[in-house]
Nanobody, 123 residues
Framework: QVQLVESGGGLVQAGGSLRLSCAAS????????MRWYRQVPGKQRVWVAD???????RYLDSVKGRFTISRVNANNTVYLQMNSLKPDDTAVYYC?????????????????WGQGTQVTVSS
């Protein structure tokens, strides 16, 4: 019912930058918190950053000062600006969002995932 579409991944050299984008779509839903996760093949998916509907942000310690999460377009789009990229940042990055139906009021929130976008940082 809520779809998340990601873009912006690619191949960069260490020290370079990328900006990931995730656009949420769906009728009759309120998008609440949005998050970025990343996953290396064969390893568990790890939380990277999140942002609430009012703009409060949190980051994984290893990306603080380098990554910035933000929201635009009436909170339907979330970005992850990644600077000073390191080879250890190489992963598939996934967008995640909490959404609740607008009506009736008070229904529980569900979580949705994007398809993932590959980020590769060369040394």
């Amino acid at each position: 019912q809520v779809q998340l579409v990601e873009s912006g991944g690619g191949l960069v050299q260490a020290g370079g930058s990328l900006r990931l984008s995730c656009a949420a779509s769906g009728s009759g839903f309120s998008i609440n918190a949005m998050r970025w996760y990343r996953q290396v093949p064969g390893k568990q998916r790890v939380w990277v950053a999140d942002i609430t509907s009012v703009g409060t942000t949190r980051y994984l310690d290893s990306v603080k000062g380098r990554f910035t999460i933000s929201r635009v377009n009436a909170n339907n789009t979330v970005y992850l600006q990644m600077n000073s990229l390191k080879p250890d940042d190489t992963a598939v990055y996934y967008c995640n969002a909490d959404a609740s139906p607008l009506r009736p009021r008070g229904l529980p929130t569900n979580t949705y995932w994007g398809q993932g976008t590959q980020v590769t940082v060369s040394s």
